[in-house]
């Protein structure tokens, strides 16, 4: 079966360090993957997605960037974290094409203060 | 442009009655919905789907209604148990798999 990992959990840094957050998924290859923020008390939004290594699709202009150096990882970053970048960051997987379900991972909490 | 709504930010049900969450959309190009629920601080776990040549999708307790006339959603829950408290997202797709979530709708089912 499939899993999708994050880490780390929580995650609390100052205005202006750098970030990086990582998803892993386990069980499958060649999968798409997705980037989510969920900011507090609203709904999700996507920030990037990847249909393969490599490959990144950006959905908002904002302060973060993604990598995708293997098939099955995911990378989340910032040079300089804003206080805007505070939310719940959410890794997600499918496998790719039209009307596939995607699954979501434990998700990270960044707050900056 | 919001192309996914779901007006009602929650919902109260008492444990037994039927739970029914709203979900409207605007492009007619979404293809695939889907629902979800989320615990706080956890990611969203997959609920149950519908594809756009269907009108209903059953599984177990939870029941999916698709009308495309209407551009409408529904999750139907019967019955409704505490555990079924949390905040329900629906999500439309549209090409390449990317889904289009509304902001969520909470719901809490009271013993």
């Known amino acids: 079966s499939q899993t999708i990992h994050q880490w780390p959990a929580t995650l609390v840094q100052p205005v202006g360090s750098p970030l990086s957050l990582e998803c892993t998924v386990e069980?499958?290859?060649?999968?798409?993957l997705y980037w989510y923020r969920q900011a507090a008390g609203r709904g999700l939004q996507l920030l990037f997605y990847?249909?393969?290594?490599?490959?990144i699709s950006s959905e908002v202009p904002q302060n973060l960037s993604a990598s995708r150096p293997q098939d099955r990882q995911f990378i989340l970053s910032s040079k300089k974290l804003l206080l805007s970048d505070s939310g719940f960051y959410l890794c997600?997987?499918?496998?790719?094409?039209?009307?596939?379900?995607?699954?979501f991972g434990p998700g990270t909490r960044l707050l900056v203060l | 442009d919001q192309q996914v709504k779901q007006n009602s930010p929650s919902l109260s049900v008492q444990e037994g009655r039927i739970s029914i969450l709203n979900c409207d959309y605007t492009?007619?190009?979404?293809?695939?919905f889907l629902w979800y629920k989320k615990y706080p601080a956890e990611g969203p776990t997959f609920l149950i789907s519908?594809?756009?040549?269907?009108d209903k999708n059953e599984d177990g307790r939870f029941t999916v209604f698709l009308n495309k006339s209407a551009k409408h959603l529904s999750l139907h829950i019967v019955p409704s148990q505490p555990g079924d408290s949390a905040v329900y997202f629906c999500?439309?797709?549209?090409?390449?798999?990317?889904?289009?979530f509304g902001q969520g709708t909470t719901l809490q089912v009271k013993p």
């Open positions: 997600a997987w499918s496998k790719g094409g039209s009307q596939e379900t995607q699954y």
């Open positions: 069980g499958t290859s060649n999968p798409n």
């Open positions: 990847s249909v393969g290594i490599g490959q």
């Open positions: 492009n007619s190009m979404f293809d695939y």
């Open positions: 519908i594809s756009s040549i269907k």
């Open positions: 999500a439309a797709s549209e090409i390449r798999g990317k889904l289009i």
